[in-house]
């Protein structure tokens, strides 16, 4: 009945070889192509190398994360059906090489957002922090968006007036890179390093100017509408990720970060194949997202998670806290999604597996001397996977008990 055990493996330059994912007992992996480019369609050969290299350590290749959706399909552009047709050609040869679940998501522009990637915590390991504030920072002070000040509460201009004021420029301009460039890099990010990387940033925001919710919202349905039947055809279940933060940022409008919002999705196509990435931690990013009660209201569509945990410093600020301990409620979510598990073995459903993984880390010990990419160090997720496993093995022999 347990969850699957993964780990998200960042390919062939990840420091954290195939070889030490094995001994922590790992059962999955999760990984993507990421040399191949947003929008392009991904071959079989390819899926394929990866693939053997997983069995010959013992594992499978568990959940693509991501397929990346193009930004030229979340605005309908005229590249559209060239992209989607590459999207549909991608699931068709992951299902030939016989993967059955991937994640993707809907964000504008930035997979995901943080403002600090070395905030210290009370016991001294490294983790990140978002800080509403300084993003404004970003955003009105060294960004200088048009029209920005008029997305943001009078306070936070205030106070992003005055830790502008206190930041010299290279604070800035490390800012403006790490929101930009080092958290996007490693996982197919649509700006990529250089010079001029913030002229082609406002650039990619500029072709969302005629873009709100309500048009984002068409735009993902048209796009579940052409590519769910390749999906069906083919046995994939398609998992869309929380937007992280859940909620708008730049300017840009977020359609994936609220009960509300899955909802929406999941009955404008009802079919099996749209699904849910269950992220604790992103959706634990909003104060009023009963993570909980999302856990149980939307069980039977998660075919994927990521589990993870968040504590906030103020109204306006949160860091992630580790796995166990923070604002999510991790006891009760396991066990929902433990009985969910059971649910599905009792009733033989196809589709019956539900991985998990240690969603970032602590940077803790050992992590100090290794290279990663941000949020993802060995030590800190080796421990967040050994606690989330022993949570799972305690309320696991409990629900078989009664």
Not at 125 to 138: C, N, Q, R, S, W
Not at 152 to 169: T, V
Not at 194 to 211: M, P, S, V
Not at 298 to 321: C, G, M, Q, V
Request: hydrophobic share 40%; glycine share 6%.
């Amino acid at each position: 009945m347990a969850l699957e055990k993964t780990w998200r493996w960042f390919g062939w330059d990840d420091p954290v070889t195939l070889k030490d994912i094995r001994q922590i007992g790992i059962e999955g992996i999760v990984t993507s192509l990421h040399t191949v480019p947003a929008g392009e369609a991904w071959k079989v050969e390819e899926i394929n190398h990866v693939q053997s290299a997983a069995k010959e350590h013992g594992m499978h290749w568990s959940v693509v994360e991501s397929l990346p959706v193009a930004e030229g399909i979340k605005i309908h552009s005229k590249e559209y059906d060239r992209l989607a047709e590459n999207y549909c050609r991608s699931l068709r040869n992951i299902a030939n090489c016989g993967i059955d679940t991937v994640c993707y998501n809907f964000m504008p522009v930035l997979d995901w957002a943080r403002t600090h990637l070395h905030y210290k915590n009370e016991r001294g390991g490294e983790t990140m922090l978002f800080d509403y504030p300084t993003f404004a920072v970003f955003d009105v002070h060294i960004l200088k968006r048009e029209h920005a000040e008029n997305d943001y509460p009078e306070h936070i201009l205030q106070k992003a007036d005055q830790l502008a004021g206190s930041m010299s420029e290279a604070e800035k301009e490390e800012l403006a890179y790490n929101i930009i460039v080092v958290t996007q890099a490693f996982i197919h990010g649509s700006v990529g390093g250089g010079n001029d990387y913030k002229r082609r940033f406002l650039a990619y925001l500029d072709t969302y100017r005629e873009i709100r919710t309500e048009q984002l919202r068409k735009n993902l349905s048209l796009f579940l509408r052409d590519i769910l039947p390749v999906a069906e055809e083919t046995g994939i279940r398609m998992c869309i990720h929380p937007d992280d933060p859940p909620f708008p940022l730049l300017g840009l409008p977020r359609i994936a970060g609220t009960a509300d919002d899955f909802h929406s999705i999941f009955s404008q196509n009802n079919s099996s194949a749209n699904a849910l990435t269950f992220c604790t931690g992103s959706l634990s990013a909003r104060t009023d997202n009963d993570v909980t009660e999302m856990a149980r209201r939307f069980a039977d569509k998660i075919h994927f998670i990521h589990l993870r945990n968040t504590a906030w410093l103020t109204p306006d600020s949160f860091y992630e806290s580790g796995h166990l301990v923070g604002s999510v409620d991790m006891y009760s979510v396991m066990k929902i999604l433990l009985e969910e598990q059971l649910r599905r073995e009792k009733s033989d459903l196809a589709g019956k597996r539900m991985p998990f993984r240690s969603d970032h880390g602590i940077r803790i010990l050992d992590d100090y001397s290794r290279a990663a990419n941000p949020g993802y160090p060995l030590i800190g997720r080796l421990k967040g996977v050994a606690e989330l496993d022993g949570l799972q093995t305690g309320i696991e022999r409990a629900l078989r008990r009664a």
